[in-house]
């Protein structure tokens, strides 16, 4: 992601630098430490992930997993740490986030629902069904 980024977004890293967040600068400068053989490299990997992802799903509707690291950031800054989003996205399929439970200040902990590649309907469907388990998951205490 930090090597695309940096491709993507090297005209605005460039001449408009002092413009973008501290992360994205971050993220970017991160990205130009790779080198092409590495990027190539996880490719690859990348690759071979998302064509043994549906023997993963076999036997399964959806897979149920956290959002991210913790609860919601407190304000409208930032959405949060998409790290475990991000295998995800690089296999190409569809997730929802659903909020679950919530944390000691109250915000949301998300959790996402993953199902396989073009499944955006069913992911729907499940996600309609799941959402009042998930929803009352708020309603236990810590």
């Given amino acids: 992601m930090a090597y695309e980024a940096t491709h993507s977004l090297a005209f605005e890293y460039d001449r408009h630098q002092a413009q973008l967040s501290p992360q994205l600068r971050q993220l970017i400068d991160d990205g130009l430490a790779i080198d092409r053989t590495h990027y190539l490299d996880a490719q690859g990997t990348a690759a071979s992930a998302r064509a043994e992802f549906p023997l993963w799903m076999r036997g399964w509707d959806a897979l149920l997993a956290p959002s991210a690291p913790g609860a919601a950031p407190l304000g409208l800054h930032a959405t949060g740490d998409p790290l475990f989003s991000r295998i995800w996205t690089l296999l190409g ?48 205490p810590p």
């Fill in 93 to 140: 399929v569809p997730t929802i986030t659903l909020p679950g439970a919530s944390a000691y200040n109250g915000l949301p902990i998300g959790v996402q629902l993953i199902c396989g590649v073009g499944a955006d309907e069913p992911l729907l469907a499940i996600a309609r069904w799941a959402e009042p388990f998930i929803r009352d998951l708020s309603a236990y």
